[in-house]
């Protein structure tokens, strides 16, 4: 990470060694934080543009909603820091990161007598996921051991920080027994997401399927991106359950995030996906093009729905 820069704190741009916060901060203890993952990326018109940021500040406020985190600022106020960091920063394309967390104050599980902190950092974040298999081929998945959080233990529709210690200990699993990324199942045993990364797979007709949100996936924004393109472009997504087997004999698999953007899957518990030894299928690609002509600005009809410019 590249400590020069700025970051957004509680409403003031600071040096990128100035956000600091006590060693006592409740969100370090408790892991009572919200976050979000955005990106900006250049544009055809040579400027710059923040890909759903509206989406992705509400999303931000809808988890404080569900831990009665009152951010103090409002979604427009936060978008507009967000255009405020990335400028500050000079970045052309880059991964931008809120938090809010609780403060320091007063130790103990209550979070609520203490305040809430708001950052935005932002940072050059190119490839989240790497193809062990190569570039040409996809993506190497590990179903994990450790199960997703279930809905009645963790509220998954907030993108709290405490999820990720479920997430991380299935990363680190998976990046130990030399896999690029790990598949969660519920305490059903049916498939949920990859461990910041919603799942889909390309049924035999050609469509899509993904697991639905009450799996304990997280509404993932590229999720809905991909979805709404998919359908634009006459292929169907069926929300439905989907089992870890389902996914081995799946044409294609692919993941999607803001960090991981879409990223191909070549192989699952070393079961080849689709015909191809591994390589992207088809529609993996169609929709990976079709998205990377959004978010750059070359569909009309999405660029200027999905797109704040910086300028
Ligand atoms: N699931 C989890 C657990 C995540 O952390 C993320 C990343 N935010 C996603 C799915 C994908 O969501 P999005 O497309 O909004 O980045």
Redesign the pocket.
């Known amino acids: 990470m590249e400590e020069k820069g700025k970051i957004w704190f509680n409403g003031t741009l600071v040096d990128h060694g100035d956000a600091k916060i006590h060693v006592l901060t409740h969100g370090l203890h408790y892991g009572t934080g919200v976050f979000e993952?955005i990106r900006c990326y250049k544009t055809i018109d040579g400027k710059s543009a923040i890909f759903r940021l509206q989406d992705?500040m509400q999303r931000l406020i809808d988890s404080g909603k569900i831990y009665f985190m009152d951010l103090g600022f409002t979604r427009r106020e936060l978008e507009q820091a967000a255009i405020d960091t990335v400028k500050a920063n000079g970045m052309e394309e880059c991964y931008i990161r809120p938090i809010a967390f609780y403060g320091y104050g007063k130790m103990g599980v209550n979070p609520m007598p203490n305040k809430v902190s708001v950052a935005i950092a932002v940072w050059k974040w190119d490839e989240y996921i790497k193809s062990g298999g190569g570039e040409e081929k996809g993506a190497r998945l590990m179903v994990s051991s450790w199960a997703r959080l279930d809905p009645k233990t963790m509220p998954m529709h907030a993108?709290a920080t405490a999820?990720y210690a479920n997430?991380a200990l299935a990363r680190v699993e998976a990046l130990k027994a030399g896999f690029d990324e790990a598949i969660m199942l519920n305490s059903s045993g049916m498939v949920v997401?990859a461990?910041?990364?919603?799942i889909f797979m390309v049924e035999r007709d050609g469509s899509l399927a993904t697991p639905p949100a009450s799996s304990g996936?997280?509404a993932?924004?590229?999720?809905e991106s991909v979805i709404t393109i998919a359908e634009e472009n006459g292929i169907s997504c069926k929300e439905r359950n989907i089992s870890r087997d389902e996914l081995y004999l799946a044409d294609e698999v692919f993941l999607?995030?803001?960090?991981a953007e879409i990223k191909p899957i070549g192989e699952i518990d070393n079961r080849t996906i689709g015909r191809d030894a591994g390589r992207p299928g088809k529609v993996t690609k169609q929709l990976k093009a079709l998205f990377e002509a959004v978010v750059h600005g070359k569909d009309e009809k999405f660029s200027n729905k999905w797109l704040a410019p910086i300028n």
């Open positions: 993952g992705h993108k999820n997430s997401e461990t910041a990364e919603n996936a997280l993932g924004i590229t999720r999607t995030g803001t960090a």
